[in-house]
């Protein structure tokens, strides 16, 4: 397996190869599964370790399968090709983030 050189670990996730459409859908059903809510984010910056993230839209709350979010992370991507961009999950019992791992890497990285 390929993993990235130490540096450039940024998430959960993040030391793999850039995930496949295929394994960002596992992801998003493991989240949906935990009744988390999805939510969408990109960074600007030019190194993701500055960790200011900008939320893309509002948390998908009523998101009931993986294809709305993969949507909306086609769109982010659209919108901002050239940043970071990753998935958190909400956990509305304990009013947090429970996790996060990004679904799109510059190609600069």
């Not at 009744?35 to 993701?48: T, V």
């Not at 961009?85 to 799109?104: A, E, M, P, T």
Request: charged share 20%; hydrophobic share 30%; with cysteine.
């Amino acid at each position: 397996m390929q993993t990235l050189p130490k540096e450039r670990r940024y998430e959960t996730l993040s030391y793999l190869p850039p995930l496949s459409d295929t394994q960002i859908t596992k992801q998003v059903q493991y989240v949906l599964d935990q009744g988390y809510f999805p939510a969408i984010e990109f960074n600007e910056d030019s190194e993701p370790t500055q960790y200011y993230w900008t939320m893309w839209k509002l948390p998908l709350f009523n998101a009931n399968s993986t294809q709305e979010v993969l949507r909306e992370v086609q769109e982010c991507r659209s919108q901002y090709p050239n940043c970071f961009i990753r998935i958190v999950g909400f956990d509305n019992i304990k009013q947090c983030q429970i996790l996060s791992f990004i679904v799109h890497k510059p190609n600069r990285y």
